[in-house]
């Protein structure tokens, strides 16, 4: 699996690229860090960048050998994606497991369906030329998106 940074050699904090050469678990703390690295690993497994819009991020981190990534941030938050027309939550942890163009097991994220919130359980991006994203709840509900309603600049 190939990893790439946006990162330039002049940023204060490691490249992506960096981060994946090191042996064992990758932690990293802070929003300055957290942010720009998680919307990077996101997009080199060829997920959209701004899918996990989180805030005063405490810790992220990356389990390699497992797939397993991590973020905690100091309390519960909601964004609502404009082109997606969904208000989404948050919990102060968000973990899923990673594979190419997909977010298994995922916990801590919930979207507003109707009056009920649904846990999401899976995310994947789908078609010939990844123009669209899946998103699975436990509870079998399914919703398929444009996956530029959920890039950085969203």
Not at 31 to 39: K, Y
Not at 59 to 80: A, M, P
Not at 110 to 122: R, S
Not at 127 to 137: A, H, L, N, V, Y
Request: net charge neutral.
């Amino acid at each position: 699996m190939a990893f790439s940074s946006s990162a330039s050699s002049s940023t204060p904090f490691p490249s992506l690229q960096s981060l994946m050469e090191q042996e064992g678990p990758v932690v990293l703390s802070g929003d300055d860090v957290c942010i720009p690295r998680s919307a990077d690993l996101l997009e080199s497994l060829g997920l959209p960048g701004g899918l996990l819009p989180l805030r005063d991020i405490q810790e992220c981190g990356f389990d390699k050998t497992t797939g397993l990534v991590w973020i905690k941030q100091k309390k519960k938050t909601q964004h609502y994606f404009k082109r997606a027309g969904r208000l989404v939550s948050f919990d102060e942890e968000v973990r899923a497991y990673v594979e190419d163009k997909r977010l298994k097991n995922v916990s801590g994220v919930k979207t507003k369906e109707y009056l009920v919130w649904a846990p999401v359980g899976d995310i994947a991006v789908e078609g010939s030329f990844d123009e669209t994203i899946r998103f699975k709840s436990y509870g079998g509900i399914s919703r398929t998106f444009p996956s530029q309603a959920f890039s950085r600049k969203e």
